[in-house]
């Protein structure tokens, strides 16, 4: 019944800004950590960003001061905040996490559907 949906993305102009939103429900226990990794097409999925349950940030170098990531424990809630956008940034992006399940008693990575970022005049 965990379930981790990312939104927010879209089309943005290169130089633009965009929040990527990613939300876990069901019968949690506990979000650990979180991330954000992205794939374009023909590559890899990298790491973008992570984000510990304390606060702690990580960030590719390809993204360090442009993104940022952060979250609410409270709402279980995961943001990422995009600034400077660049072609090369446009990917799928998804949201990840390590999660303890309340029942049954379990813990895994979660990953969401993906949503799209394009970067494009």
């Known amino acids: 019944q965990v379930q981790l949906v990312e939104f927010g993305g879209g089309l943005v102009q290169p130089g633009g800004s965009l929040t990527l939103s990613c939300a876990a429900s069901?019968?949690?226990?506990?979000?650990?950590?979180m991330g954000w990794y992205r794939q374009a097409p023909g590559k890899q999925r990298e790491l973008v960003a992570t984000?510990?349950?304390?606060?702690?940030?990580n960030y590719a170098d390809s993204v360090k001061g442009r993104f940022t990531v952060s979250r609410d424990n409270a709402k279980n809630l995961e943001y990422l905040q995009m600034s400077s956008l660049r072609p090369e940034d446009t990917a799928v992006y998804y949201c990840?996490?390590?999660?303890?399940?309340?029942?049954?008693?379990?813990?895994?990575?979660?990953w969401g559907q993906g949503t799209q970022v394009t970067v494009s005049s």
């Open positions: 990840n996490a390590a999660i303890r399940s309340a029942f049954p008693d379990s813990a895994r990575d979660y």
């Open positions: 069901g019968r949690i226990f506990r979000v650990y950590t």
């Open positions: 984000i510990t349950s304390d606060g702690t940030t």
